[in-house]
Each structure stands twice: as structure tokens, then as C-alpha cells.
């Protein structure tokens, strides 16, 4: 397999578990609105690396899609959950 494709077909793999992953906080959000509340500092540190992670994606000269899908569901994801969490 040549170096690009490995490239890209890890890139499209790399974004689709990393989406499984911030979605994977929605039984943690619905623990937390039926009161069995997360620790916040996590998804809240997820949802600030996401943001960061996904302005950076965004801006770079030639974007890079795949960070930027990998990381904008996080966003909303960990910041909901951190918001769900606080009690």
C-alpha cells in the first residue's frame, strides 16, 4: 500500500474512533440529568481540547479534515456533559 493511501485510510479510521469516543458521553449525559453526576473536570478538558484541536484544523493554510471531524463533535459532547455534570 503506498504511503498516501496508508495515510489516508488511518486518517478516515483515526476520525471515525474518535467520534465513537465523544459520543460514547451520552450515557454519561443521561446518568448525569437522572442524577448519577460524572466528575466535570474530564469532559471538560476534552471539550477544551477539542475546540483548541478543531480552530487549529480550520486555520492551518491547507486545512486538515480530519482533525477537524476527529475533534468537533468533542466540542459539544464534552462540553455537555461537563454542563450536566455540575450539580
Not at 5 to 13: A, E, G, H, Q
Not at 14 to 37: D, E, K, R, T, W
Not at 45 to 70: H, M, P, Q
Not at 79 to 85: E, L, N, P, S, Y
Request: glycine share 4%; aromatic share 20%; charged share 10%.
Amino acid at each position: 500500500m503506498k504511503k498516501t493511501k496508508f495515510i489516508r485510510v488511518l486518517s478516515v479510521i483515526a476520525s471515525v474512533i474518535a467520534v465513537c469516543m465523544y459520543v460514547s458521553y451520552i450515557p454519561q449525559i443521561i446518568n448525569n440529568l437522572h442524577g448519577a453526576y460524572c466528575a466535570p473536570l474530564q469532559p471538560f478538558v476534552a471539550g477544551l481540547n477539542c475546540t483548541l484541536w478543531s480552530i487549529y484544523a480550520w486555520f492551518k493554510s491547507e486545512r486538515d479534515w480530519a482533525v477537524f471531524v476527529a475533534n468537533f463533535p468533542g466540542i459539544f459532547f464534552g462540553f455537555i456533559t461537563f454542563f450536566t455534570a455540575l450539580h
